[in-house]
């Protein structure tokens, strides 16, 4: 009970930490400040000091996606629209922006296939909530059931014992699924990395050295899966026909 207590108060202190971060960024109010003056590149210079200094927030990226947009850097504004869309995953906005951004782009991967209309609900539903939401939720039912249980500790009532037995039993299932979706996002934060190609574009090589033989070229803009990390060359894959190391230097992996 004593460890799960301290994760959870981790937790807890450490999105306490990012928040306040944030919000005490000198480059956030500046970066807005700049946007609304269509001066761009001050707006992401300001922001990306906030990105710099460790500050990993949705907003922010949301807001350096739109400001790389509007200065002509798509692929730098898909890379922070990612970025942001990990962070809260499902929001509408975000969402938006980047498939219109996406579209604007030259690579084109067949991956439009008919959607399931009960895996399409099954995807709305896990993303209803972001990740930290859900955590923030998953502590509140905790002390919810640990309270009833006390109280069913403490009743005499045989009907009221009866009643937090049952409050336990949903709750405790309501948990449970939560539960299972936050950790099914964070496994995919883990092990899930995607990359975008931030230069103007980008030439996959067949192994990772400056030596090797060319194997493709991909646009600025276009996301690839990122299979692993040797020296200063990324591994992707994009489709089932692109496969090869880019230099990182020409690349954004979305963390």
């Known amino acids: 009970m004593k460890k799960v207590l ?9 999105f306490g930490s990012a928040a306040y971060a944030a919000e005490n960024c000198a480059g956030i109010e500046a970066g807005a400040k700049a946007y609304k003056e269509n001066d761009f590149e001050r707006a992401i210079d300001e922001w990306r ?13 949301y807001n350096l996606g739109n400001a790389y947009f509007r200065n002509g850097n798509l692929g730098f504004s898909i890379f922070y629209y990612k970025s942001a869309l990990r962070l809260h995953p499902g929001d509408e906005d975000i969402l938006h922006n980047l498939k219109f951004a996406q579209a604007m782009t030259r690579d084109k991967v067949d991956e439009d296939e008919e959607e399931n209309p009960i895996l399409s609900a099954l995807f709305k539903t896990h993303h209803a909530l972001s990740l930290k939401a859900q955590l923030f939720t998953l502590l509140a039912i905790f002390w919810i059931i640990a309270f009833v249980s006390i109280g069913r500790r403490l009743t005499a009532g045989e009907k009221a014992k009866n009643i937090c037995t049952g409050i336990v039993f949903a709750l405790s299932c309501i948990f449970c699924v939560i539960g299972a979706s936050a950790g099914y996002k964070i496994f995919v934060a883990e092990t899930d990395i995607t990359g ?3 230069a103007k574009d980008a030439d996959v090589v067949s192994a990772p050295s400056d030596r090797s033989q060319t ?4 646009s600025e803009g276009t996301s690839f ?3 692993g990390v040797q020296g200063n060359f990324a591994e992707i894959r994009l489709g089932e026909k ?3 190391f880019v230099k990182l230097s020409e690349v954004g992996i979305v963390k």
């Open 215 to 218: 194997l493709n070229t991909l």
């Open 6 to 14: 301290s994760v959870l108060f981790t937790i807890a202190m450490v």
């Open 196 to 198: 975008v190609v931030t």
């Open 225 to 227: 899966e990122v299979l």
């Open 242 to 244: 692109v496969k090869g």
């Open 49 to 61: 000091t906030c990105v710099d200094n460790g500050i990993q927030d949705a907003d922010l990226f």
